[in-house]
């Protein structure tokens, strides 16, 4: 938090200085610059201090200060009226930073804290919770090696399914298979319409500090059916595209985490599922990126997208599954929630 501040405070005095060779262009004669030099500038080519603020909102330098600490810093009439009566400028100009700096530093810590866990608070990690609806027997693998017994009641975490006869649950430090019919598992819930902006989708990614093998990183956001693509490097992300996405449904849920693109191929049918696809990405196991859902003879058989709908892999439309395999390399890392 400190560096926000510090960061912010230097970002302003940088601007300070641009706004000065601004002001020489008007023909101001050039000399030592200070506080109060750029005040009378100010004045002098008529600029006013609303739209000086706006300059450096334009560069994101005043979105944690209130507007009345804002005109208390750069109101031109006041500060040139004052300071003709102390007949001191650079002394006035300090007296009046000396006064305000300490309640513009806190409400600058608060408000950015706050927008900070504002941004923050718009993602949430999308669980799939189900009921045991009596004594479930778990195992090391699909009814092999019996580590345990889950009792009537408890509630567990879906991880993964397998066909839908066959879920890979925890529940606190406890991890294995249980039958399906062992589970009660809710319906799938609202999609999330609230739209994040291309701002607050970046700081997310950024202040998440993901890596990458490659200059590209991918974010499946589940409660709202996106995909994004971004590239950059760690702390440097931007955003490239956002594509509409269909994944699991609650009771073939597609699975949550960090995990990473590996191999591809144009097409491929399950005989076990019913379907198939164009241009599929693996990213984990049998959990693939792919086209929108096909027949064997790659006829179209379900389009949807925008809600949860698949057997667990992330369908996208025929243009973004093509464009995904196309430019979205192996290393990749893909983030979901």
Known sequence: MKTVLKNSFICFLIISQLFVLNVEAHGLKKSDTNYMDIF????????SSWEFTKILYNYGLVKGLGKNHISMIISTDKILEAANANKNYNLYVSSIYEEQIDTIQDELITNTYNEEERILSLVNTSKVNAEVIEDANYYQY??????????????????????????KVKSED?????RGNFLDIPKDSEINTHEMTKEEIEFFVNHSEFSSNSYYLVWVDIERQLTHVFLGSEGN?????????????????????????QERGTWFYSHRLGGGAKHWVRFHGEYLFHSITMDMNQNIIDDTLGKRASAGCIRLSLEDSEWFYSYVPQGTTVYIN
């Open 40 to 47: 009378k500038s100010i004045d002098e080519v008529k600029v």
């Open 142 to 167: 699909r009814g092999n090696i019996l580590l345990g017994t889950f009792p009537k009641g408890k509630v567990v975490e879906i991880l993964k399914d397998f066909s839908t006869e066959w879920y």
């Open 174 to 178: 406890k991890t294995g298979w249980v």
């Open 237 to 261: 992300w931007n955003l490239k595209k956002t594509m509409l996405c269909s994944t699991g449904k609650n009771e073939s849920p597609t699975v949550r985490g960090l995990y990473k693109i």
